[in-house]
């Protein structure tokens, strides 16, 4: 057992308030506390990302250590269907499912007085029947300029809340 999971492993009778408590407690450190937790934790420096991601990342490794994680073969199960989904391409793997609008959908966009359109396929975008892999480099045929494509065709918000 790693010298985390006996820090915070408490007796059977306690172990759902022990978790809770600890939860809580994330709310209430520092960033730096945040930091110092990650490292008694997991064992590694945290990365530099913001507090929302340390505590929910802190916040499954409690619980893990507490009540185990993933069993061996359900890692393995879903490593395989991943390499079903991406055919083993890591790059595609890291791009979330959920940033993509489902294939098919139209994206309308009035600029200039011109109505564009662009349709969501499975590999990228179709816009004036031309396959492109990203919204930007639409959004800079369109205006001549370089555009951030999520928001010059209004998907910036839906896609951070996603």
Not at 51 to 68: D, W
Not at 100 to 105: E, N, R, S, V, Y
Not at 120 to 137: E, I, R, W
Request: charged residues 30%; proline residues 5%.
């Amino acid at each position: 057992m790693s010298p985390a999971a006996t820090m915070i492993r408490p007796t059977d009778d306690g172990r759902r308030e022990s978790v809770l408590r600890q939860i809580a407690e994330l709310k209430t450190l520092s960033i730096i506390e945040l930091k110092t937790k990650w490292r008694t934790l997991f064992g590694t420096e945290p990365p530099p990302y913001n507090r929302k991601f340390l505590e929910s990342r802190l916040t499954y490794r409690i619980q893990e250590l507490v009540y185990g994680g993933l069993k061996p073969e359900t890692i393995r199960r879903l490593e395989e269907l991943g390499e079903e989904l991406d055919g083993g391409k890591a790059v595609v793997r890291k791009r979330s499912a959920n940033l993509l609008p489902i294939a098919g959908t139209r994206l309308l966009r009035e600029w200039q007085g011109i109505e564009h359109t662009v349709t969501v396929t499975d590999k990228g975008f179709d816009y004036c029947g031309q396959p492109y892999q990203s919204l930007s480099a639409i959004a800079r045929r369109i205006t001549g300029t370089r555009w951030n494509g999520w928001t010059f065709f209004g998907l910036k918000n839906q896609r951070s809340k996603a």
